[in-house]
């Protein structure tokens, strides 16, 4: 092997130097194709995404874009990045849902294991009371730091989970940054995570008012994902919408088509038409 070697250096040698200044581009070149490749191959399906939630007077709208990508391929176009956790609205409990950006499979993974731990937990035992939505929230920020620790250091996840809370009779708002750090934001009423929440924070901050009622938060935060969707190339398809009050969740897919069918409920300056349910 090492003749061999000595044999490849000899004749690089004797070989005039623009012959040898193009072999040695074309291997570099071949190498840099070689690891863009491997990265694509090995590269997760992610939801760089924008993801928001916003606080109205009695309860929360959360939004989101739809589109999730493997490297600078669009795998999906309309995912749902909006999961309920639970909705106990109906019997005039609390209602939660949770908005998911990161790695799609680590998101779901996490979401599912909270989902059935929360179900066993409710149902195991009649005596328990209904599962709140701070200590859903909290129960997911433990979970995801064990994972962090003990099973998957590479875990990529950033989450909102909001609802409404019975007893204090509004919405609540939380977050969970990819290290596990978790903020309550309902004092601040809005919060954006994700790789477009950079491109609408300013506006977030400029034009959200906490006493917003619920059709003036529905185009607050439908005009929020449609300007993230307009200038991040990770955040795309349509947005997706979801309003929690004291009558439990209420998805709303695709706002960005409703917002130009139905007309508006609320006429606001710089906002886009109100969406309305059909």
């Given amino acids: 092997q090492t003749l061999t070697h000595l044999h490849i250096i000899n004749f690089a040698l004797k070989m005039p130097s623009q012959i040898l200044t193009r072999v040695i581009i074309t291997i570099t070149c071949s190498l840099l194709f070689l690891v863009d490749a491997i990265e694509d191959a090995t590269a997760g399906v992610s939801m760089g995404t924008t993801i928001v939630a916003a606080k109205f007077d009695g309860g ?8 999730t990508s493997v490297s600078t391929y669009v795998s999906n176009r309309y995912a749902a990045k909006i999961n309920v956790l639970f909705d106990h609205g109906a019997m005039e409990g609390d209602a939660a849902c949770v908005c998911r950006s990161g790695s799609a499979a680590d998101t779901q993974h996490l979401i599912e294991r909270v989902r059935e731990d929360l179900f066993r937990r409710q149902y195991s035992s009649f005596s328990l009371p209904q599962v709140s939505v701070k200590s859903a929230a909290f129960y997911m920020k433990h979970l995801m730091n064990r994972i962090l620790e003990k099973e998957n250091p590479n875990f990529s996840c950033a989450l909102i989970c ?7 009779g509004e919405g609540v ?19 954006t995570l994700g790789s477009g929440s950079a491109f609408v924070q300013a506006y977030l901050d400029n034009y959200y008012r906490p006493n917003m009622n619920r059709d003036e938060a529905i185009s607050f935060l439908a005009r929020a994902v449609e300007l993230a969707m307009a200038r991040d190339g990770q955040s795309g398809g349509s947005a997706n919408l979801c309003v929690i ?8 897919s695709d706002a960005t088509k409703i917002l130009s069918s139905t007309g508006p409920a609320t006429k606001l300056n710089g906002f886009a038409d109100a969406v309305k349910q059909q």
């Fill in 60 to 67: 929360v709208v959360l939004a989101s874009d739809s589109r």
């Fill in 162 to 168: 909001a609802g409404y809370d019975s007893k204090m």
């Fill in 173 to 191: 708002i939380y977050s969970i940054l990819p290290s596990g750090a978790f903020f309550d934001e309902s004092d601040v009423g809005v919060v």
């Fill in 245 to 252: 009050d004291k009558s439990g969740c209420k998805l709303i």
